[in-house]
């Protein structure tokens, strides 16, 4: 049941606009009320305008907000007394009604108000929600619902027929809540709930109180059925499920992008095996979306692979997902063409989500918050199916209906709301030494530019601290991070691995682990040497080795950017062992890049010299060793550094990390084998 989680020392005096903020909040934390994105508020209340005068003032939810973290700068204030003239009116078209709410806006500076406002301010109420809850969806999608629903509530809804959201479904609500004096709320067949109260904290639980009473008759007819039609398949152990999702991830991946590049995430919840392996899985998944909010984020139907996992290999599902997501993007195009009207543009063909038994569900989209947004909500779909089918049948929109809402201006209106894409926009990158100068450096660099960042280091702690601080700057989940430990290929094996499950896959490899040693020729050790050669060739290799068959998997092309060193084509003193391994590492950038040239995959290597501030590097016994060489105090390395390029400057993180950038941008999308030298100018270090 729905807990009443009102906290009254945690609600501004009076009924205004802080309370409302509160209250949406508060319904907007639980998902099984209010979908992602989804809902909206209002409340009434006397301000003042401009001349301080009071009026009449409805604060309305934002388009384009979410109820569970919106604040006070996400509502719009209208003038009441504007808009209550219209409810006497007829008709009204989508565009009139969205010019003529902008004029009743109280500032021009508030966002455009939901796509739902008439329903709020045509409704006498002080306080109105408009929530979706799964029980009520559970009831609004079944065959029988109206006759459940005066069952469980006598006379005290209104049920109103599905129209799309506008004018006409605001009068008609209003009209049937003035026809049924007993009216406390209103189911809107195939989209949610209305409630309401005379102040805030009665809106808010009225609305708990009418769910748990659905919820309530739900749970007593579902405790008498078998949920979808009992078990067909049986799921996979939870190992096998993570083995086989990081080999199937990349083929989704590539596949979907035909359209545009998309990351892929996947959820192996109990609700989603449970549904995933049932009788009727594939029948009800193809009826069409539960509820119009899921249908946007979700299409109207997911891609349902009718794999075996009890009898069916791995390859066969391979090859079933390749010819599903084609039949589905034909099928979706298709769809477009019989219901498109002038000036529609289809959006991306891929499916949102695929639903496979013994795995779960795997979600496309964007970024990860966008997958995230259509795993939520089919979470929310697959609840409303189970309640009603547990009352009846479940039915959805048609598919005119669907197509309606789909590419509906109004919902179109809420996407455009969302920043342009950025240069790594829909890319993932692996930085190794991604708790490093360099590596933090260049995870700044590339998630400004709208990428996602896997941090892979043998500090893992460090690797981890880096990516909270990181998700708190740029958003959830934008970076991750990993343990791994270059010179040992199962670590390798299971970092990539893990990244995949994270992402999808991986788009950018930034080669970056490193260490160095400095001693004379003579007196270099055995050890030394072979630690060099594991960390900086051995441990490239065995990374670039597995992002390289990653990449051939996913067919999306790719980008390698390896961090050498001045030293890798400058023989410096005391550095045998550090300079050998440096020079071998670019040359194996070479190789690969002259094997990953069919593919689209470009490799290219920065060859930066004397990056102290941030180095983890510079911490050890290198800097008191170089200095030692140099015949100078460690103190006094960084100005010898300075002088001794052409250029008079140091070094420095975000200097690598810009030529990264640029080595893995478009901008350098016709090179490929190169190496460009990041050091202030040493000559005896020119490329030649």
Not at 393 to 410: A, G, K, Q, R
Not at 551 to 566: A, L, P, R, T, Y
Not at 664 to 673: E, I, L, V, W
Request: hydrophobic share 40%.
């Amino acid at each position: 049941m729905v807990q009443n989680h009102w906290d009254s020392s945690q609600v501004a005096a009076g009924e205004g606009l802080d309370s409302l903020v509160y209250r949406s909040n508060l319904l907007g934390s639980d998902r099984s009320v209010v979908n992602i994105g989804g809902g909206n508020t209002s409340s009434k209340t006397v301000e003042k305008n401009f001349k301080g005068e009071e009026i009449e003032v409805m604060w309305v939810k934002g388009s384009g907000s979410d109820l569970a973290t919106m604040k006070a700068e996400n509502f719009t204030g209208l003038n009441l007394t504007d808009i209550r003239p219209l409810f006497e009116r007829d008709d009204m078209s989508d565009e009139e009604m969205v010019g003529y709410l902008a004029h009743c806006m109280i500032d021009a500076k508030h966002p455009r108000s939901s796509i739902e406002t008439l329903l709020h301010a045509f409704l006498p109420f002080k306080h109105v929600d408009h929530t979706h809850p799964d029980a009520i969806i559970s009831i609004a999608c079944a065959d029988n619902g109206k006759e459940i629903a005066k069952e469980i509530y006598g006379d005290r809804f209104v049920w109103v027929p599905y129209i799309r959201p506008g004018f006409k479904l605001s009068k008609l609500i209003a009209e049937g809540v003035q026809n049924n004096p007993n009216a406390e709320l209103v189911i809107m067949e195939k989209h949610g709930l209305v409630t309401w109260g005379d102040t805030s904290e009665a809106s808010y639980a009225k609305t708990i109180a009418i769910i748990n009473e659905a919820e309530g008759y739900i749970n007593k007819k579902a405790a008498e059925q078998t949920l979808f039609g009992g078990e067909k398949y049986q799921s996979l152990e939870p190992s096998e499920r993570e083995e086989l999702l990081a080999e199937i991830m990349p083929v989704i991946r590539g596949q979907v992008n035909q359209d545009r590049p998309m990351l892929v995430t996947y959820s192996d919840a109990d609700d989603v095996l449970t549904f995933v392996n049932s009788q009727d899985a594939l029948t009800l998944s193809q009826i069409g979306a539960a509820c119009p909010d899921h249908l946007v984020h979700t299409k109207r139907v997911p891609l349902f692979i009718d794999w075996n996992p009890q009898t069916e290999d791995k390859e066969t599902l391979k090859e079933k997902i390749k010819q599903g997501i084609a039949v589905y993007q034909t099928e979706y195009t298709a769809y477009f063409e019989r219901n498109k009207s002038k000036g529609d543009q289809i959006m991306e063909t891929a499916p949102r989500i695929i639903l496979v038994p013994g795995l779960g569900m795997v979600n496309t989209g964007k970024d990860w918050k966008a997958a995230n947004i259509s795993e939520q909500l089919y979470h929310r779909a697959i609840a409303v199916m189970a309640g009603s089918t547990a009352l009846g049948h479940f039915l959805s929109l048609n598919e005119e209906e669907s197509y309606l809402v789909e590419y509906w201006p109004l919902e179109l209106y809420k996407l455009s709301l969302a920043p342009p894409e950025a240069d790594f926009s829909r890319q993932v990158a692996f930085v190794t030494g991604g708790a490093g100068g360099i590596g933090t450096a260049t995870a700044h660099r590339l998630l400004e530019a709208g990428a996602h960042v896997v941090l892979a280091d043998i500090n893992q702690e460090g690797a981890e601290e880096l990516a909270q601080s990181l998700n708190q700057q740029y958003g959830a989940q934008r970076a991750f991070a990993v343990k791994m430990d270059v010179t040992k290929e199962e670590e390798v094996q299971q970092a990539i691995a893990a990244s995949i499950r994270q992402y999808g896959g991986i788009d950018i490899l930034v080669n970056n682990a490193g260490l160095a040693s400095s001693s004379p020729f003579d007196e270099t050790s055995l050890e030394q040497w072979n630690l060099n050669i594991d960390v900086l060739v051995t441990g490239y290799f065995l990374v670039a080795k597995e992002v390289f068959k990653l990449m051939k998997q996913q067919d999306i092309g790719g980008n390698m950017v390896f961090v050498g060193s001045k030293n890798s084509i400058y023989a410096g003193k005391n550095v045998a062992a550090y300079s050998t391994a440096k020079a071998a590492e670019v040359h194996l950038a070479r190789t690969i890049a002259a094997d990953g040239g069919p593919l689209g995959i470009r490799v290219n290597s920065v060859l930066p010299d004397a990056v102290i501030r941030g180095s983890k590097i510079w911490d050890s016994s290198w800097k008191k060793e170089r200095a030692s060489s140099y015949g100078i105090g460690t103190d006094d390395l960084e100005e010898h550094y300075r002088k001794r390029t052409i250029l008079n400057v140091n070094i420095l993180p975000e200097d690598i990390a810009e030529t990264i950038a640029f080595l893995a941008s478009d901008r350098s999308a016709k090179t490929t084998g190169c190496m460009i030298t990041v050091d202030g100018g040493v000559a005896a270090a020119f490329t030649r």
